[in-house]
């Protein structure tokens, strides 16, 4: 019996270890609770800019954590606008979302800045890039200043400033939970921290 029991311990040690390996405070913050954008699932938002290395750096392991995650996840991006040339930046992301054109324009552009050193100065600059990629120009510079993609620039800041986001690439977890790479030990154990905090959150749903 007591072999049994020790068995049966050893079969256990590697979820107890994992419920216990990430603590508030620690290996993420909780934040003040905010709206999400879909009811029906659990939100994760990653907050990002286009200049920030990390940023770019983690982007391949983001991309296949979306591709991965389960269907009761709702995954969201918010570029931060600090400055006006993130802001220009910000711009160029949202209204290529307004245009559903991401797919084509999202990563180019990490690789524009980071790899080619491409200096975006006006959204003329980002026209002629994205012209490139199969983006219609003049319905690009529309969607640039168009009131949408000020909605969302403001809503993003907002998002920004209640979360606490004081560096990037952050992520938030259901409205309630911040994770930084600082925080979990690395870009890698973010997303593990993610998924830890989307279980959780999808267990005291149920």
Same mark, same amino acid.
């Given at each position: /019996? $007591? $072999? !049994?029991? #020790?068995?049966l311990v050893a079969l256990l040690l590697p979820f107890?270890?994992? %419920?216990?390996?990430? $603590?508030?405070?620690?290996?993420? +913050?909780?934040?003040?609770?905010? #709206?999400?954008?879909?009811?029906?699932?659990?939100?994760?938002?990653? /907050?990002?800019?286009?200049?920030?290395?990390?940023?770019?750096? !983690?982007?391949?392991?983001?991309?296949?954590?979306?591709? &991965? +995650?389960?269907?009761?996840?709702?995954?969201?991006?918010?570029?931060?606008?600090?400055?006006?040339?993130?802001?220009q930046m910000a711009r160029a992301y949202y209204a290529?979302?307004?245009?559903n054109t991401l797919d084509k324009t999202h990563e180019?552009?990490?690789?524009?800045?980071?790899?080619?050193?491409?200096?975006?100065?006006?959204?003329?600059?980002?026209?002629?890039?994205?012209?490139?990629?199969?983006?219609?120009?003049?319905? !690009? +510079?529309?969607?640039?200043?168009?009131?949408?993609?000020?909605?969302?620039?403001?809503?993003?800041? =907002?998002? #920004?400033? +209640?979360?606490?986001? =004081?560096?990037?690439?952050?992520?938030? @977890?259901?409205? $309630?939970?911040?994770?930084?790479?600082? /925080? %979990?030990?690395?870009?890698? =154990?973010?997303?593990?921290?993610?998924?830890?905090? @989307?279980?959780?959150?999808? &267990?005291?749903?149920?």
């Amino acid at each position: /019996m $007591k $072999k !049994f029991g #020790l068995m049966l311990v050893a079969l256990l040690l590697p979820f107890m270890v994992q %419920a216990e390996e990430y $603590k508030e405070g620690v290996h993420y +913050k909780q934040v003040a609770p905010g #709206l999400t954008s879909n009811k029906g699932k659990i939100e994760v938002i990653e /907050m990002f800019g286009y200049p920030c290395p990390h940023c770019n750096s !983690f982007e391949p392991l983001i991309k296949h954590w979306d591709k &991965n +995650k389960s269907e009761d996840v709702n995954f969201v991006r918010v570029p931060a606008a600090w400055n006006p040339s993130w802001e220009q930046m910000a711009r160029a992301y949202y209204a290529s979302e307004v245009l559903n054109t991401l797919d084509k324009t999202h990563e180019p552009t990490f690789h524009a800045v980071h790899v080619e050193r491409r200096r975006f100065r006006s959204v003329d600059d980002f026209a002629d890039f994205y012209s490139n990629l199969g983006v219609e120009p003049k319905k !690009f +510079k529309s969607a640039f200043k168009s009131f949408a993609v000020n909605t969302k620039l403001r809503q993003g800041d =907002q998002k #920004l400033t +209640k979360y606490q986001i =004081q560096g990037v690439p952050a992520m938030v @977890v259901n409205g $309630k939970y911040q994770v930084t790479a600082a /925080m %979990a030990g690395g870009h890698k =154990q973010m997303l593990e921290v993610v998924d830890y905090l @989307v279980e959780k959150e999808r &267990n005291s749903a149920n």
